[in-house]
């Protein structure tokens, strides 16, 4: 009987010990914009810092910054920045500030996908923002799966196909 109270008070404290540690809950997959600058001569010119505006409004004239909440926000290194959120607004306006002193701000663009990638052209005075052709209409796993069923379909097609000609060969 107290080998079963010391086993049983030695498993409460161990489940205890475990069940203390802090739980995760948000680490599923976000959204998120990646922006590629295409200007940015050999280190002549740098990223300092930078602001996504989101806009429900086409005209963006409710426009506010994104903010930044746990994962989400805009995050920029010398040469690139990437959007992180829990969701996008469909309307954005991207304001980069340059190593030159100067800040430009970009046209105004939607949400490409779940995973928007764009092209940013420096220009003198302001920023276009084109978004890069992808694939992005369904998240990479829903891609994935799609491309399984199509070849699982290729493969019960030209099975059947053999099947058809074998019974066939043998008829005749």
């Known amino acids: 009987m107290r080998k079963i109270k010391i086993l049983f ?5 161990v489940f205890s010990i475990f069940s203390a540690q802090t739980t995760l809950a948000d680490t599923g997959p976000k959204p998120s914009m990646e922006f590629e600058f295409e200007g940015l001569q050999d280190g002549e010119l740098t990223i300092v ?6 806009c429900s409004q086409s005209d963006c004239s409710d426009a506010s910054p994104l903010e930044e909440l746990g994962p989400q926000g805009l995050y920029c290194e010398a040469t690139s920045c990437r959007a992180i959120g829990y969701g996008f607004a469909p309307y954005h306006i991207l304001e980069i500030e340059f190593s030159d002193g100067t800040t430009r701000r970009s046209n105004i663009f939607e949400t490409a ?6 092209t940013v052209m420096i220009q003198p005075d302001d920023l276009l923002v084109e978004t890069q052709f992808n694939l992005g209409i369904l998240p990479r796993t829903g891609t994935i799966i799609v491309a399984c069923i199509c070849a699982l379909i290729l493969g019960a097609a030209i099975l059947g ?4 000609l074998t019974r066939r060969s043998k008829k005749a």
């Open 9 to 13: 008070w030695s498993f409460a404290f």
């Open 49 to 54: 810092s930078g602001i996504l505006y989101e």
């Open 113 to 118: 996908g779940f995973d928007s990638k764009y």
């Open 161 to 164: 196909l053999i099947i058809f």
